[in-house]
């Protein structure tokens, strides 16, 4: 990830077509446990500078 941002965290169920914010980072790297499923993805959204909260 490219430094110097906010990026949210997502998990994306791609059979169930569901999406779940796990967590917002700061860090140039991170680690997202993924349940135990298969079709799973991970999707980094950078947010704004000024985002106050974690969803975006």
Same mark, same amino acid.
């Given at each position: 990830? $490219?430094? @110097? @941002?906010?990026?949210?965290? #997502?998990?994306?169920?791609t059979?169930?077509? &569901? &999406?779940?914010? =796990? +967590?917002? &980072?700061?860090d140039? !790297?991170? *680690?997202? /446990?993924? $349940? @135990?499923r $298969?079709?799973?993805? =991970?999707?980094? &959204? *950078?947010? $704004?500078? /000024? %985002? %106050? !909260? @974690? #969803? +975006?």
């Amino acid at each position: 990830m $490219p430094a @110097g @941002g906010r990026f949210a965290i #997502d998990v994306i169920d791609t059979w169930a077509m &569901t &999406t779940d914010r =796990v +967590g917002v &980072t700061a860090d140039t !790297s991170v *680690r997202v /446990d993924l $349940p @135990g499923r $298969p079709y799973m993805a =991970v999707r980094l &959204t *950078r947010l $704004p500078d /000024d %985002a %106050a !909260s @974690g #969803d +975006g």
